[in-house]
């Protein structure tokens, strides 16, 4: 079942390292993107396995930035599931000039170890570019938003509600940079606040290996500030991917 699901996994990816290295040309009506693969097994004394999985596209339409993401995570030990996660997102900014953009996105999330069978945010606000060079950029966001968490059935009865709603303020920081010629830094951090915090926070290093194929290294934090019964505020993950641009 492990060879199964790598070889899937390893036939997804291969489409688009086939068109790695197109390039992206700014007011056009034309795609860009990232694919993401990584992959662990370990057998023998000890069956383990894990799989991350992401594409991003960007697509320019005249004044409009279009982004998608589709993101999937999911781990095993001794034939139990210790991790998994799926998340999906689609994000319009309209730029009112170079550095000045409208944004309004919808994301939709499942993670079953946080106690939520999903959860769906849905915000519009302002975008500002204080850095936009060949070498490096900063930009962040900010502005009202919505989110809707639904429980799962057992902490439905043990909470005695089934859903948690709240209005909230979105705020995104995005800085990137390049190391060298050949490497690239970035930090990403992405708050929703309300009746508590949810906060997520992206670190990684991507490192040309050759052509439009790299090595991304990224360690990620989830922080919940006021979770379910018996759930972990703090969540972690460090992942060791490939990554094809195109």
């Given at each position: 079942m492990k060879k199964?699901?790598?070889?899937?996994?390893?036939?997804?990816?291969?489409?688009?390292?086939?068109?790695?290295?197109s390039e992206f040309v700014e007011g056009d009506a034309t795609f860009a993107g990232e694919a993401e693969l990584g992959a662990t097994l370990t057998t023998g004394n000890t069956d383990t396995s894990s799989f991350k999985a992401r594409l991003a596209l960007?697509?320019?339409?005249?004044?409009?930035?279009?982004?998608?993401?589709?993101?999937?995570?999911?781990?095993?030990d001794t034939d139990e599931v210790t991790a998994k996660r799926y998340f999906l997102g689609v994000q319009g900014d309209y730029q009112i000039d170079d550095i000045s953009y409208l944004f309004a996105n919808t994301n939709y999330e499942v993670d079953p170890f946080t106690g939520y069978d999903f959860t769906s945010t849905t915000s519009a606000g302002y975008g500002h570019r204080f850095i936009d060079t060949d070498r490096m950029s900063l930009k962040a966001e900010a502005g009202p938003g919505y989110i809707y968490q639904q429980l799962d059935d057992e902490l439905s009865v043990s909470e005695g509600y089934d859903s948690d709603s709240s209005v909230v303020v979105h705020?995104?920081?995005?800085?990137?940079?390049?190391?060298?010629?050949?490497?690239?830094?970035?930090?990403?951090?992405?708050?929703?606040?309300?009746?508590?915090?949810?906060?997520?926070?992206?670190?990684?290093?991507?490192?040309?290996?050759?052509?439009?194929?790299?090595?991304?290294?990224?360690?990620?934090?989830?922080?919940?500030?006021?979770?379910?019964?018996?759930?972990?505020?703090?969540?972690?993950?460090?992942?060791?991917?490939?990554?094809?641009?195109?």
């Open positions: 199964l699901l790598l070889t899937a996994a390893i036939t997804l990816a291969m489409p688009f390292a086939a068109h790695a290295g960007k697509q320019e339409l005249g004044d409009w930035e279009n982004q998608y993401v589709a993101e999937g995570l999911y781990k095993e705020a995104v920081v995005d800085f990137q940079t390049k190391v060298g010629e050949s490497s690239k830094f970035q930090q990403k951090f992405v708050a929703d606040w309300g009746e508590k915090l949810d906060a997520r926070s992206e670190t990684s290093l991507t490192a040309n290996i050759i052509g439009a194929l790299a090595m991304k290294f990224a360690v990620i934090v989830r922080y919940n500030s006021d979770p379910l019964d018996a759930k972990e505020s703090t969540d972690t993950e460090t992942n060791m991917t490939l990554l094809y641009s195109f």
